[in-house]
Structure formats: structure tokens, C-alpha cells
């Protein structure tokens, strides 16, 4: 689904988002993050092919996490896929929604999952985002040698939904000033 597309013409300066979402609440504060960007074209990670990635030098990845550290089912569809993409130039920034007290030692494990690959393939990973105040006993998305961090933003609407709006807006902060 296209929750907005851009003309043609401003498609140099367009952000490309991709997100799963298991049962809804990643897409629902997705629409948050879209509304942030002037000119941003979002897909759903399970309509995606790795070319789709080619013409951002600036991509969103949105998450959850499921069933102990697993990725979101349409992105563990495309890992293998997302794996071949070629990140070298571009800036990615990853946000993931996770349960910190139900699956405290896999808090948002896919962001880590996700920010690896980038990595590893030629990418830089922006918007890294402070694990003060979250209650996890572990996590794939806390970036290894700088453990003050996750890779990207945790949202975990299970416990703190009344901190979403607050974290969504923090984290845009950061990253648009990268952009
Ligand atoms: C069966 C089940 C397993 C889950 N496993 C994890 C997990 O390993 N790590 C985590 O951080 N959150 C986990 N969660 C929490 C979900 O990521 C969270 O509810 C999220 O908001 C779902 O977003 P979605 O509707 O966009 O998929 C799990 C939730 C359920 C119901």
C-alpha cells in the first residue's frame, strides 16, 4: 500500500520508507513518521523487491519484533533479499516497536537484525537512539561498542504508548538534521 506518493519531478530528494507490520501498530505510527516528510514514498516491505531500495539516498526502516528476536514475518520474507542490496551512499535510520517487560531479552531485536546488513553492506546507519529509561535486560539493536545506544528508535507501544508521540518526535529531530 502507498500511503502517499510524490510527483516524478521531486524524485531526487524523496525518502523511501519500508515497514512491516504484524497487527497494526507499526503501520499506525508509521503515518506519524510519513507526516514528517515532505516528499517521502512509502512501501510495505512484503510488496518490496531489493531494486526498489536503488533511487534513495535516504531510507526509513520500520519493525517489529515477534516470537523471541524474530523479525516482523514480511521482513524475515525479504531478509535474504535485503541482504543483496547494495547500501554504499545511502543513510538509512531504523525504528522498531518491541515489548520490553514480555520479551525483555529480545527488545526490538529486528532493529539490530536490520542496521547489521546495512552495515555490512556499504551503509550508514543514522539516528541512533539512547537505551536510558527502557527496562530490557537485552537487545541485537544495542549497537556494540557503544552501548549507550540502540541502532535505532524503540517504540513499545505493549507498555509505553504514552511515550510514542514523544520518542517519534525526538528521534525526527535527530535524524532530519542528518538529511
Ligand atoms: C507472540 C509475540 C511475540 C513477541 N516477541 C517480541 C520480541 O521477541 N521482542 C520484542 O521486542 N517484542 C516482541 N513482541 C511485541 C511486538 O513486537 C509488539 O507488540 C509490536 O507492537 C507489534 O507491532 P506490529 O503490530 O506492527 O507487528 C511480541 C509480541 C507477541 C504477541
Do not use: C
Request: charged content about 30%; glycine content about 10%; hydrophobic content about 40%.
Amino acid at each position: 500500500m502507498i500511503l502517499r506518493t510524490i510527483k516524478e519531478e521531486e524524485m531526487e530528494h524523496t525518502v523511501g520508507l519500508f515497514f512491516g507490520s504484524d497487527t497494526g501498530i507499526t503501520e499506525e505510527l508509521t503515518h506519524d513518521i510519513v507526516d514528517a516528510f515532505k516528499n517521502i514514498e512509502v512501501k510495505e516491505i512484503s510488496e518490496a523487491k531489493a531494486e526498489d531500495f536503488k533511487p534513495y539516498d535516504f531510507i526509513l526502516l520500520g519493525l517489529s519484533t515477534w516470537y523471541d528476536g524474530d523479525l516482523q514475518s514480511d521482513w524475515e520474507t525479504f531478509f535474504d533479499e535485503f541482504k543483496t542490496i547494495d547500501f554504499t551512499g545511502k543513510k538509512v535510520a531504523i525504528y522498531g516497536l518491541g515489548d520490553q517487560i514480555g520479551y525483555a531479552e529480545y527488545f526490538i531485536d529486528g532493529v539490530g537484525m536490520l542496521a547489521e546488513v546495512v552495515l555490512e553492506n556499504g551503509g550508514e546507519v543514522i539516528g541512533k537512539w539512547p537505551v536510558d529509561g527502557y527496562r530490557h535486560t537485552d537487545s541485537k539493536a544495542i549497537i556494540p561498542n557503544d552501548e549507550a545506544y540502540f541502532y535505532g528508535l524503540a517504540l513499545d507501544n505493549d507498555n509505553e504508548s504514552h511515550l510514542n508521540e514523544e520518542r517519534i518526535t525526538g528521534w525526527l529531530d535527530l535524524i532530519t538534521k542528518k538529511l
